[in-house]
């Protein structure tokens, strides 16, 4: 009986194991079947680009399914940067990755004020010697969960260094905790976060993108709108990434924003740091004096019309100059609904007005911590960016602290803010600079005997004149579409030349082809024989297509006419590469004797 009961669990145990190994093996014949059927994305960061096989690419693209998935119907338009860099890394390249949101981007002007595109041409200036390779892997509506998602394949491209914008996505961009993408906000957060990261794992699983597709319904087409009307969209929230819109200052949801950006910031800069990777990482700054709250909620034990009134009347006394009498009915609106921020709101405007510009300053600041609707980061978040920089041995750039010393009275506003988040061509350029300075002060690329300074870097940003007036077109159309926002004023059309034409066509349609744009001007610039500006154009398609053997040489054409032969140079010896023409030859060959 005892040798029968042994067989018995024996062969209770291989039947175990079969039940186990069935759906294993199920499993593996089905993912094997649509990864050989070509079924799905493999969501790759980055791709062998389709014009030159010496080089790999940012998949964009790929980068919207991958965190966006499904809900991206207001994609299409979405500005990301595209970055060539060589497959294979030369000995005298120096390469940087750049990770970010839409400030990152450049937004509302484009790659012109992008941090890489600015920073990128003022290094290889500095570094004519050197082979420059800027990588942006920014995206609109991308937060922390996506740049955590990218690093270990940003790693194994051998950066030189890393720079982080980031931030104002956490809570409503993709996979924040407002967004639909969250999984919901009354999981507890460790569940919730386990969850999060397990998606990212599974969206490159193609058995799991087969699923999805059954349960997850497909968008329908949406007709073509305008990068503005796009961008209003993603603002009012009535897109598919911000359904839950009210986020109380201290509320879970809000708590978790903080659990989140902390758990996922950590995770990034020491990964960074086991690599050896120098990171540089910035505070983030948003319109805290021009920039109402975008929603203010009066709290539920307050009776509303009192409080209403006595608000009413606190305006009043501060629209007829009385100060004083403003402050104490402002105050008086606090103590009974200490969370209101448009109580404090107007409570700094009376300060500011007072001339009490560091009280004014701390009452601005919380009017946006608590503004509920979340497209600024709070405060907490320059906190925590500051301590897991000195826990991983990154470097902070303080940028609040660099805007606010651009600002009348230190109080960042529309002097440096197109609206409530996104700089000016001004502001657009301080955050590239921080970073310029951040590695040099570093000592990182070499020597900086020659570093391009601040007021000529600033002359020779490529930002377009089209770009600025594409700018100011999305801007006043979205700001003075939406109540949420204070509204900016539209371009009066004096003039309408060339630029601002082509300006206006760029906020309507968005760049359909960057590179045909960049001619258009470069052909105009030409006949009007504005050197500075076929040098800023040449520059700029030289170094977004550098495997493209005649904007290589253009640019160096314009760089030797600016006395800036041995950056030439480094464009000839592309042009000569990727080129089979004998000039770009010829051209090298009395260039290199030239310098002699």
């Known amino acids: 009986m005892a040798i029968r009961g042994r067989k018995t669990t024996g ?47 940012s998949n964009h693209t790929s980068l919207m399914q991958r965190f966006l998935g499904r809900y991206d119907s207001y994609l299409p338009l979405t500005e990301s940067n595209t970055s060539y860099f060589l497959k294979n890394k030369p000995d005298h390249a120096f390469r940087i990755f750049v990770h970010g949101g839409s400030t990152a981007v450049g937004f509302p002007y484009g790659a012109g004020a992008s941090i890489g595109l600015v920073l990128g041409q003022r290094l290889r200036q500095t570094f004519p010697d050197r082979l420059i390779e800027i990588v942006d892997t920014s995206m609109h509506g991308i937060g922390s969960y996506a740049i955590r998602d990218m690093v270990d394949e940003v790693i194994e491209q051998q950066p030189d260094a890393v720079l982080i914008y980031a931030g104002h996505n956490e809570y409503l961009g993709a996979m924040g905790v407002g967004s639909t993408l969250a999984l919901g906000t009354a999981i507890p957060y460790p569940l919730l976060h386990a969850l999060k990261l397990a998606y990212l794992a599974l969206k490159k699983i193609r058995t799991f ?74 505070t983030l700054v948003s319109n805290i004096r021009d920039q109402e709250p975008l929603l203010s909620n009066i709290a ?34 606090i103590a009974l609904d200490a969370q209101n921020a448009d109580a404090h709101f107007l409570q700094a405007h009376v300060l500011d007005a007072l001339g009490q510009y560091p009280k004014a300053y701390a009452s601005y600041s919380m009017a946006r911590d608590l503004d509920q609707m979340r497209f600024r980061a709070p405060d907490a978040f320059n906190g925590i960016i500051k301590r897991a920089a000195a826990q991983h041995g990154a470097t902070i750039i ?16 529309y002097n440096l803010m197109l609206e409530y988040l996104h700089p000016t061509d001004q502001g657009y350029f301080l955050l590239s600079d921080g970073f310029h300075d951040g590695l040099q002060e570093a000592g990182m690329i070499g020597d900086w005997l020659h570093a391009v300074p601040d007021e000529e870097a600033l002359r020779a940003m490529p930002l377009t004149e089209a770009e600025r007036w594409k700018g100011k077109y999305i801007v006043a159309e979205v700001t003075s579409s939406l109540p949420l926002l ?11 030349d060339f630029e601002e034409r082509l300006g206006f066509q760029l906020s309507r349609k968005g760049s359909e082809n960057r590179k045909n744009d960049l001619a258009l001007l470069m052909t105009h610039y030409r006949e009007q024989h504005d050197d500075d500006n076929v040098l800023k154009i040449s520059l700029t398609l030289a170094d977004s297509f550098p495997f493209d053997a005649q904007a290589q040489y253009e640019a160096s054409l314009a760089l030797t006419k600016a006395g800036r032969l041995q950056q030439a140079i480094q464009y000839l010896e592309r042009a000569v590469r990727y080129g089979s023409r004998q000039e770009y030859a010829t051209a090298l060959d009395q260039a290199k004797k030239r310098l002699m």
Request: glycine share 6%; no cysteine.
């Open 11 to 57: 062969k209770n145990k291989l039947f175990t194991l079969v039940l186990i190994f069935i759906p294993i093996v199920f499993f593996f014949v089905l993912e094997l079947g649509l990864r050989l059927a070509d079924y799905g994305e493999p969501y790759p960061l980055f791709t062998q680009a389709r014009e030159n096989p010496d080089y790999l690419m």
């Open 398 to 413: 303080d940028f609040e602290k660099i805007f606010r010393s651009y600002s009348p009275h230190f109080l960042v506003g």
């Open 209 to 282: 993108q087969l699923l999805e597709g059954f349960l997850l319904p497909v968008p329908s087409e949406q007709p073509a709108a305008s990068v503005a009307a796009t961008d209003q969209g993603r603002l009012s929230g009535v897109d598919e990434l911000s359904k839950a819109q009210s986020i109380a200052f201290g509320s879970d949801a809000y708590r978790q924003g903080l659990r989140q950006f902390e758990s996922n910031l950590s995770f990034i800069l020491d990964r960074y740091s086991n690599a050896g990777i120098p990171v540089f990482i910035g």
């Open 486 to 496: 204070t509204p900016r004023p539209m371009p009066k059309q004096e003039s309408y």
């Open 300 to 333: 539920r034990h307050v009776d509303v019309a009192q409080w209403s009134g006595l608000y009413q009347l606190a305006m009043e006394s501060y629209q007829a100059q009385r100060y004083n009498e403003a402050l104490s009915g402002v105050e008086h609106l």
